[in-house]
């Protein structure tokens, strides 16, 4: 389950690092100015960077004696994620993936502890 929600949400962040290039259109073709489009830029790369990394993490916890803690960590902040996208988006795709990745990482992390039980 760990491993389902991680390849999800690693490939999702690639994805989401890649469309810089068309958030960079759609900045031009707005006429957004400095330092609003700098500010966009980094924030959009920041939420990659952050699903990269809590793919990574989550792999590496779901691992480890005693990284079902983690592991739930990681699926309570994709939840923290929907609902933050879920208010400034509205309901859509990335809530949805968001929302998916954090029932396959919360329930590898429950599996986990179980398992360690």
């Known amino acids: 389950m760990t491993g389902t929600g991680s390849i999800v949400l690693l490939l999702t962040g690639i994805g989401h690092g890649i469309r810089i290039l068309d958030?960079?259109?759609m900045i031009l073709d707005s006429g957004m100015k400095?330092?609003?489009d700098v500010i966009l830029k980094g924030c959009w790369l920041a939420f990659s960077g952050e699903m990269l990394a809590l793919a990574v993490i989550a792999i590496v916890?779901?691992?480890?004696?005693?990284?079902a803690r983690i592991v739930?960590?990681?699926?309570a902040t994709m939840i923290v994620n929907?609902?933050?996208?879920l208010h400034f988006v509205g309901p859509s795709f990335?809530?949805?993936?968001?929302?998916t990745v954090?029932?396959?990482l919360l329930a590898g992390g429950w599996m986990q502890s179980k398992q360690a039980a």
């Open 23 to 25: 958030l960079q259109k």
């Open 102 to 104: 954090a029932v396959f």
């Open 72 to 75: 739930l960590i990681c699926g």
């Open 34 to 36: 400095a330092p609003l």
């Open 94 to 99: 990335p809530v949805y993936v968001s929302l």
């Open 82 to 85: 929907a609902a933050l996208l």
């Open 61 to 67: 916890a779901s691992g480890m004696a005693g990284g």
